[in-house]
């Protein structure tokens, strides 16, 4: 089979991803572009006759890039496109917006690159009384117009003999531009390298002059005639740019004309009715909280019922499994504490993760699908034009719930660099379902019946030092108004099970393998540690550990914030957080179960791998029945307390340690606020520079101490003044 290299290119909201999903289905491998940390996707299928690498392009309207500010996004799908990497084209079009999105489709088209038009959301488009005549198109563009509907699979096949059946597109001369436009154009191709296609360099020379920025470099040494010939232009017209997209809109508007009734069509009646609702002034926020809130129940609920499953499964499995062969092949007992406590750990740290993790991410994707997250960027576009951000900005602020790296890297999507950067400034402060994970744990031993609002006034504070952060940049180093915010509105639809599946399974893949390897790394560390004394010799009392003598010396630096002398565990739980926040809850509930109890000895003849097993697809099934109940609903976080990962001997220890509410709230203030985490900084470095990293770790270090100390000194101050 012959080996093809396509790239899939259309406008966002087109169904491009969901089109990349139904053809390569889990054969993904997600990297970055060269250079820049923009995500790269690329999956494998095949067809009849070929072997087809499929990379999946960044959404964009147009090929044209006239400024620097505009996003990494389509930089990176204009880079590609010029480059010659891919044998052939897929164009996604949008039928039920068949004039904007045929736009970037006469660009490529002109471009002389082998392309075929997969006009997809035909479902749609007939809701909306939209007819095409997909005969009369394909003559026209003189191009193969493949229907599809990409979320019901209809049209796959089809496009798969497309692409077999692929030849170069029928030279059909589409736009007709102006006289002195043509004439310059061909002046700028004469100096160009003459290996290129005449016209790949005439569609270079008309980009020049429409201002595209990137051309130029493709250009070589016809860029330095690019100034005599737009002065000649400015004796015969205004503004080239303007006459080259105005030659491509006429020819759209026939193009439209003759195959399709798009300009009589009706748009959807739902979608109308529906954003009436969801974009109202007065309603719009209530309902976005409201969206949330189904997000964070999602999470602790269903999340937390799936936990018994991973969480006594990988213990069965990875500790007293491994434990049970140590033992009967006569390991040394460093090895089977290193492979059970410290490899068996860290992976029984990651996996009780997943579910809660799994449920955010299927939620985020729903959201994006449906049509909604557009809608949620519009609701806060008030809050946040007052930060200097457009609205879009908020989009992947919300994504910082699920994890806050992708939240990171989203800021790509913002085209002015300003905007960015103050983006991913704020984005370490939204709290992720790690940090929700200790949260949970603290509320449940702790704040009892207030458990729901101490969690939920963390998140409003991580929210608030976001907005705070953004208002201290806007009016010191990073002033500067909002670019104008314009988005488009996609048509509300149910998502697609399959796509979801395979976007949640991607998010939640990189997020396992991304964080488990800090998290075993980390267990393995405290688990020697945690054994062995500072001369080397295995330890029976933990307070006797190299890790406890190291910890007292750093311990009495948190004794501002609550953390008292003795409770050295809160302080290495907050040096392992740093790498990963994952990482605290298994650190506490190891450091404090081994504080209340000493490990008894294990017995071989006393281990049955089954019985566990069944122990825990038992307590997930009863989690599950109860999920739903209505005091489940009302509090989710008391609900929860069940599935919590940390013993109830280690949470009577941790009481026992922090000695009060305040304390313990204290803490969670400074674990919401203090650095980031390692893969979170990695991303602020790619993204910005090593300078910004730094300034984020100092500037979260400097308000998480100073704001964790306030609280826990404010109410002795207000005490002693009562007093006197």
């Not at 609002?453 to 180093?477: C, E, N, Q, R």
């Not at 791998?609 to 489940?632: I, P």
């Amino acid at each position: 089979m012959k080996k093809l290299t396509i790239g899939l290119i259309g406008n966002p909201n087109s169904g491009k991803t969901t089109l990349f999903n139904q053809l390569t289905g889990a054969r993904q491998r997600v990297g970055n572009w060269a250079g820049v940390t923009v995500e790269r996707k690329e999956g494998q299928f095949a067809t009849t006759d070929h072997q087809v690498t499929l990379v999946d392009l960044p959404g964009t309207y147009s090929l044209t890039t006239i400024s620097s500010q505009t996003s990494l996004d389509e930089q990176i799908a204009c880079h590609y496109i010029l480059s010659g990497d891919a044998d052939l084209l897929i164009n996604v079009v949008d039928a039920s917006n068949l004039e904007r999105n045929l736009y970037l489709t006469l660009q490529l088209l002109e471009l002389g690159i082998p392309c075929i038009v997969a006009l997809n959301m035909l479902d749609i488009a007939e809701k909306q009384q939209v007819r095409i005549d997909v005969d009369a198109l394909s003559m026209r563009l003189g191009c193969p117009v493949v229907p599809l509907v990409s979320t019901r699979g209809r049209g796959i096949e089809a496009l798969k003999l497309a692409i077999d059946r692929h030849n170069v597109n029928d030279n059909v001369e589409l736009v007709h531009y102006a006289q002195p436009l043509l004439r310059e154009a061909d002046f700028l191709a004469d100096a160009m390298a003459q290996e290129m296609p005449l016209q790949q360099r005439r569609w270079l020379g008309l980009q020049m002059l429409e201002g595209d920025i990137y051309s130029q470099a493709y250009a070589g040494e016809a860029a330095q005639n690019l100034d005599t010939s737009l002065a000649r232009l400015k004796d015969e017209m205004d503004d080239p740019a303007l006459h080259i997209a105005d030659a491509r809109y006429q020819c759209i508007a026939a193009i439209c004309d003759v195959v399709s009734n798009t300009l009589t069509a009706e748009p959807s009646r739902f979608t109308t009715a529906v954003d009436k609702i969801i974009l109202n002034r007065f309603l719009g926020l209530p309902i976005f909280l409201f969206v949330m809130y189904l997000m964070f129940l999602l999470a602790i609920n269903i999340g937390g019922a799936l936990q018994p499953l991973f969480d006594a499964g990988s213990v069965a499995i990875f500790i007293h499994g491994i434990q049970w062969i140590g033992y009967t092949l006569h390991f040394p007992d460093w090895l089977t504490i290193f492979l059970a406590q410290g490899l068996g750990g860290g992976i029984n740290t990651v996996l009780p993760l997943v579910p809660q993790i799994g449920m955010m991410y299927l939620f985020l994707s729903f959201l994006e699908d449906s049509g909604y997250m557009a809608r949620a960027a519009f609701v806060m576009d008030r809050l946040m034009q007052a930060l200097g951000l457009p609205g879009k900005s908020f989009v992947p602020l919300i994504v910082g719930f699920g994890c806050n790296v992708p939240s990171v890297m989203g800021a790509r999507t913002l085209d002015a660099p300003r905007e960015r950067l103050m983006t991913i400034m704020m984005a370490p402060f939204m709290s992720c379902g790690a940090r929700l994970a200790i949260f949970a744990v603290f509320a449940a031993a702790f704040f009892g019946q207030n458990g729901a609002l101490a969690v939920f006034s963390l998140y409003v504070l991580g929210i608030v030092m976001a907005v705070l952060t953004g208002l201290m940049l806007k009016h010191t180093i990073m002033r500067g108004e909002a670019s104008p915010f314009v988005m488009e509105l996609p048509v509300y639809h149910v998502p697609h099970i399959k796509s979801l599946i395979i976007q949640t399974w991607q998010r939640l893949k990189g997020f396992v393998l991304r964080a488990g390897k800090v998290i075993i790394i980390v267990s393995i560390f405290l688990s020697a540690f945690n054994s062995f004394s500072l001369s080397g010799k295995i330890v029976d009392n933990i307070n006797d550990s190299a890790l406890a003598s190291v910890s007292r010396v750093i311990t009495p630096v948190f004794k501002p914030i609550g953390v008292h002398e003795d409770n050295w565990q809160a302080t290495v739980g907050l040096f392992t957080g740093a790498m990963a926040k994952e990482v605290v809850v298994g650190t506490l509930n190891t450091l404090y179960t081994a504080e209340n109890i000493q490990d008894e000895a294990f017995n071989p003849a006393d281990f049955h791998l089954g019985d566990e097993l069944l122990g825990a697809v038992d307590d997930t099934w009863q989690s599950l029945k109860d999920t739903f109940s209505l005091s489940v609903l009302a509090n989710p976080i008391e609900a929860s307390k069940g599935d919590g990962e940390m013993a109830t001997g280690a949470m009577g220890v941790m009481d026992q340690k922090f000695g009060s509410a305040a304390a313990a709230y204290s803490y969670l203030i400074f674990v919401l606020l203090y650095v980031p985490c390692i893969s979170v900084m990695g991303a602020i470095s790619r993204e910005s520079s090593r300078g910004w990293m730094s300034f984020s770790i100092l500037w979260g270090l400097n308000i998480a101490y100073s704001l964790a100390t306030l609280f826990i000194r404010l109410p002795a101050s207000v005490s002693t003044r009562h007093t006197a």
